[in-house]
């Protein structure tokens, strides 16, 4: 079965500053996606980014990127020049078959 | 952008009445869940269904039921709703995909009086 485990219920970090988030998994797939999701207070869940497998370069979009170590099966996610809009729940996922599987989700508060 | 609709965004009732909680997407996505998120805590999945007439339960118990009769309509209904119904419920679509998505509905918090 597939597992995504998240060990830093919550994280802080200062404004500008860069902040990890860990995310390790397990699954049996050969190829598979990770994605990570972002649920500020408001609660809307937002997808931040996307990894493929199969790639061997880290995804990247804007000031957030992953570092993708396969054979360790970990997935983090670095959020650079933090904001204050960062504040909020993050969550690390992968599908398998015809079900995500979530973490249980950091909670990152961003300090002015 | 992912066009997927959840009414009401917020609803208080009195313990006991009966409620039906919208969802819906334009999508055509034929795999749609329901999951259910107290504040600051993970997902669990109530509910889900792979198309029409297809509806089964989650890993979380739940009094709950859904129905699919339609591919971008899937409800979720409590009968009698208790103060332990309290809580955020989030609808999701997914093409099946793997590389796709979960594409979410803004969420339904639900406080039971």
């Known amino acids: 079965a597939q597992t995504v485990t998240q060990s830093q219920p919550e994280m802080s970090v200062q404004e500008a500053e860069t902040v990890t988030l860990s995310c390790t998994y397990d699954t049996s797939e050969n190829n598979y996606y990770l994605f990570w999701y972002k649920q500020p207070p408001s609660r809307q869940m937002i997808l931040v980014i996307r990894?493929?497998?199969?790639?061997?370069q880290n995804a990247t979009e804007n000031r957030f990127s992953v570092n993708f170590q396969k054979a360790a099966k970990s997935f983090s996610l670095k959020i650079s020049d933090s904001q204050l809009g960062d504040t909020a729940m993050y969550f690390c996922?992968?599908?398998?078959?015809?079900?995500?599987?979530f973490g249980t989700g950091t909670s990152l508060t961003v300090i002015p | 952008e992912a066009d997927i609709y959840q009414t009401p965004r917020y609803l208080v009732i009195g313990t006991g009445k009966k409620i039906t909680l919208e969802c819906s997407q334009t999508?055509?996505?034929?795999?749609m869940y329901w999951y259910q998120q107290d504040p600051g805590m993970e997902l669990h999945l109530i509910h889900y269904s792979y198309g029409v007439n297809s509806t089964e339960k989650g890993d979380l118990s739940s009094e709950s039921t859904v129905s699919r009769i339609r591919t971008e309509h899937f409800p979720l209904t409590l009968e009698s709703a208790r103060p332990s119904h309290t809580s955020q419920y989030l609808c999701?679509?997914?093409?099946?995909?793997?590389?796709?998505?979960?594409?979410f509905g803004n969420g339904t918090r639900l406080t039971v009086t």
């Open positions: 999508m055509g996505h034929d795999k």
């Open positions: 996922a992968s599908p398998t078959g015809n079900q995500f599987y």
């Open positions: 999701a679509s997914w093409p099946g995909h793997q590389g796709s998505p979960l594409h």
């Open positions: 990894q493929e497998a199969y790639k061997q």
